[in-house]
């Protein structure tokens, strides 16, 4: 068990609506990053926040968005969903010391498997 | 700009054989390598990573990997593998400066008996 919370676990939805997947990073984690993965895929990166702030952008599309909250826990709002948005999207968190030289690894949670019909 | 290889899509070993899983990276500055394993629908697991010193790393699960800053190399080694290790292997390595991770394109291993 890595510490790191994701939910839902899976999800099957429509083309053209809105989910919002959360995740819980692991106790004292500052840093969260999102992925993507699709069937047969490597990582994609998303969007990393530390600390409630945005600190880095990856390939994220326009109709998707996050934010960290105060306590940490994070959120991925996919809206306007069509079917290539059909994968597995991972959350992971490390200590994150912002600017700060860093060499910590990532710890990943289980995933939340977004279907779209 | 950083970013790391995975040449191979796939490997095969036989059971009990040793397993080499091979990654190249490109860094400005001190490289921090990282592997993991992420089984069918199960998140990424963290096996071992390399930040300084001694260029033979030991992780979990009876792994280990070999910097090689001439080659700019981290290969994932085992001596002796097993069924249970058949699974997606990635190499990453991370910008210590502005904390982003670069993930390799993975690598499938497949263990037979």
């Known amino acids: 068990d890595s510490g790191v919370t994701q939910t839902p676990k899976h999800l099957i939805t429509a083309t053209g609506q809105r989910v919002t997947l959360r995740c819980s990073p692991r106790s004292g984690d500052l840093s969260v990053y999102w992925y993507q993965q699709s069937l047969d895929q490597g990582l994609q990166f998303l969007i990393q926040?530390?600390?409630?702030?945005?600190?880095a952008k990856g390939n994220i599309l326009e109709r998707f968005s996050a934010q960290q909250f105060p306590d940490l826990h994070s959120e991925l709002n996919l809206s306007s969903l069509e079917l290539g948005d059909s994968a597995l999207y991972f959350c992971?968190?490390?200590?994150?010391?912002?600017?700060?030289?860093?060499?910590?690894?990532?710890?990943f949670g289980e995933g939340s498997r977004l279907t779209v019909l | 700009a950083q970013s790391v290889a995975q040449p191979e899509d796939q490997v095969n070993v036989a059971e009990g054989n040793p397993l080499t899983v091979k990654c190249t990276y490109s860094v400005s500055g001190n490289p921090y390598l990282f592997w993991y394993v992420q089984y069918p629908n199960r998140g990424l697991q963290f096996l071992l990573k390399y930040i300084t010193g001694d260029n033979l790393v030991k992780g979990s699960y009876g792994f280990e990997a070999e910097f090689n800053k001439s080659q700019t190399s981290f290969h994932l080694k085992k001596p002796s593998a097993l069924v249970s290790d058949s699974a997606l292997y990635f190499c990453a390595v991370r910008d210590g400066s502005f904390n982003k991770f670069y993930f390799g394109s993975g690598t499938k291993l497949n263990v037979k008996p």
């Open positions: 992971a968190s490390s200590v994150g010391t912002g600017r700060i030289m860093n060499t910590g690894e990532l710890f």
């Open positions: 926040y530390y600390n409630g702030e945005e600190r």
